[in-house]
């Protein structure tokens, strides 16, 4: 998270009703076409290295900029152990329909690549598609429940969601261990997006690092073969992590970020 200490309060969405209401922390400005659009991973906000250069990035450039914290992370309400991908998606609609306007290119990190992608077929199904002028993904993790962490649990994780609802893992990025409960897992697999072919209809570029211990680069790889051939590029990165936050990591992303909203601005 940035250490800066002098930065303007979030503005708050209200979403849902009753026992699911939640307030959405977001802190967008407008500017000229393309919006990049922030859709974080599982368990980060919106204050993370990669956030705050794509909007200093957006700044310089005068685009639009737009990102948010999940209901349950960073500045936003909720309980994160409540979260679900549906959730999560449902935030990040109602934020786009509330800030965005005009075409936008959607920038997911990790688990917010799988949220982009399914964002753009409820967009899509709503006959809005056109909306959508750009993917960037950014160690995507699209269906990381069913493919990347059902895998690996153990008899006793598998015990502990049966028994508890939840189970724990040690975490690379906090102090505190990583949570995955049954309900996420449930609600991952209405989710899945890697099923079948992934109709975007618009440029995507992904960013790897094949060196990620959390999303290996053959995910990657699976994800193009599920994309059409056009229009999509891969950029594998060998000694690439998966926070992708190296100073050389920031520029390729800021360059993919440029090309797309130039493939933009030349419609």
Same mark, same amino acid.
């Given at each position: 998270?940035?250490? #800066?200490?002098?930065?303007?309060?979030?503005?708050?969405?209200?979403?849902?009703?009753?026992?699911?209401?939640?307030?959405?922390?977001?802190?967008?400005?407008?500017?000229? @076409?393309?919006? =990049?659009?922030?859709?974080?991973? $599982?368990?980060?906000?919106?204050? /993370?290295?990669?956030?705050?250069? &794509?909007?200093?990035?957006?700044?310089? @450039?005068?685009? !639009?900029?737009?990102?948010?914290? $999940?209901? !349950?992370?960073?500045?936003?309400?909720?309980?994160? @152990?409540?979260?679900?991908?549906?959730?999560?998606?449902?935030?990040?609609?109602?934020?786009?329909?509330?800030?965005?306007?005009?075409?936008?290119?959607?920038?997911?990190?990790?688990? !917010?690549?799988?949220?982009?992608?399914?964002?753009?077929?409820? =967009?899509?199904?709503?006959?809005?598609?056109?909306?959508?002028?750009?993917?960037?993904?950014?160690?995507?993790?699209?269906?990381?429940?069913?493919? &990347?962490?059902?895998?690996?649990?153990?008899?006793?994780?598998?015990?502990?969601?049966?028994?508890?609802?939840?189970?724990?893992?040690?975490?690379?990025?906090?102090? +505190?261990?990583?949570?995955?409960?049954?309900?996420?897992?449930?609600?991952? %697999?209405?989710?899945?997006?890697?099923? /079948?072919?992934?109709?975007?209809?618009?440029?995507?570029?992904?960013? +790897? /690092?094949?060196?990620?211990?959390?999303?290996? $680069?053959?995910?990657? =790889?699976?994800?193009?073969?599920?994309?059409? !051939? #056009?229009?999509?590029? =891969?950029?594998?990165?060998?000694?690439?992590?998966?926070?992708?936050?190296?100073?050389?990591?920031?520029?390729?992303?800021? +360059?993919? %970020?440029?090309?797309?909203?130039?493939?933009?601005?030349?419609?």
């Amino acid at each position: 998270m940035t250490t #800066d200490t002098v930065r303007a309060p979030p503005s708050y969405l209200d979403v849902g009703a009753g026992e699911t209401h939640r307030r959405i922390a977001v802190r967008a400005f407008r500017g000229a @076409e393309p919006t =990049l659009v922030w859709l974080g991973g $599982y368990r980060s906000d919106m204050l /993370g290295t990669k956030a705050e250069r &794509l909007s200093a990035l957006a700044e310089a @450039e005068r685009f !639009g900029f737009c990102r948010f914290d $999940y209901s !349950g992370h960073g500045e936003s309400s909720g309980t994160f @152990e409540e979260g679900t991908i549906s959730r999560w998606l449902d935030d990040a609609r109602a934020v786009f329909d509330a800030t965005v306007s005009g075409p936008a290119i959607l920038v997911g990190s990790s688990m !917010g690549a799988w949220i982009a992608l399914r964002l753009v077929a409820d =967009l899509r199904r709503d006959g809005l598609g056109d909306r959508i002028a750009g993917l960037l993904l950014l160690a995507p993790a699209p269906d990381f429940t069913r493919r &990347l962490v059902e895998p690996k649990l153990s008899d006793l994780q598998k015990r502990d969601l049966a028994d508890k609802g939840f189970c724990t893992k040690p975490s690379a990025y906090s102090d +505190q261990p990583t949570v995955y409960t049954r309900t996420l897992l449930e609600d991952g %697999a209405r989710n899945l997006v890697m099923d /079948g072919l992934i109709e975007t209809g618009c440029p995507v570029h992904i960013i +790897q /690092g094949m060196a990620d211990p959390d999303v290996p $680069y053959t995910h990657a =790889l699976d994800l193009v073969s599920s994309l059409p !051939g #056009d229009g999509v590029i =891969l950029t594998l990165i060998r000694d690439g992590d998966h926070r992708l936050s190296r100073e050389e990591d920031l520029a390729r992303i800021e +360059q993919a %970020a440029r090309e797309l909203a130039a493939v933009t601005n030349a419609v």
